[in-house]
């Protein structure tokens, strides 16, 4: 049977974890940070021309390429920053949280691009789960 445990533990102790744990930890926190804001830029930039709070821009749509390249950069140094303390991070609720409302803008990123109705409860419920996102990510670092 398939235990998460196990694997995080195997994670937690395995070379690229220790690689990363070392003084290259801030930077590969920093570049996180920065590929999420990479991420939540455009999108926010998009909810808010969908919900006509800002100007219309041709470059809404060339900038979500930016966030799609992004958004990998922030998934890859997400995992390598949780390789450190995989075990830890797996009893703190809010790495739950994170996932989950991660899961929602997904899905919900995904319904943007196919839904023709429902754009601005879309882009409104997008707001929400990006920053969502960004808080609870903010919350994975300091608690305990």
Same mark, same amino acid.
């Given at each position: ?57 041709d470059q809404v749509s ?32 809010a790495i739950y949280w ?6 929602? =803008? =997904? ?7 196919r839904l023709e109705k ?27």
């Open positions: 049977m398939f235990e998460l445990t196990s694997v995080l533990a195997a994670l937690e102790t395995s070379t690229l974890a220790d690689w990363v744990g070392g003084p290259i930890y801030p930077m590969i926190s920093a570049l996180h940070i920065l590929a999420f804001a990479f991420v939540i830029v455009p999108v926010l930039m998009a909810d808010v021309r969908v919900l006509k709070i800002g100007a219309a821009d060339r900038m979500s390429r930016i966030a799609v390249f992004a958004f990998a950069g922030a998934a890859f140094t997400g995992f390598l920053l949780l390789s450190v303390q995989a075990t830890r991070y797996a009893e703190n609720p994170k996932f989950g409302l991660l899961a929602l =803008a =997904a899905a919900n990123a995904f319904l943007f691009y429902g754009q601005r409860i879309i882009a409104v419920v997008s707001v929400f789960a990006w920053c969502g996102v960004l808080l609870s990510g903010r919350w994975i670092a300091f608690s305990a």
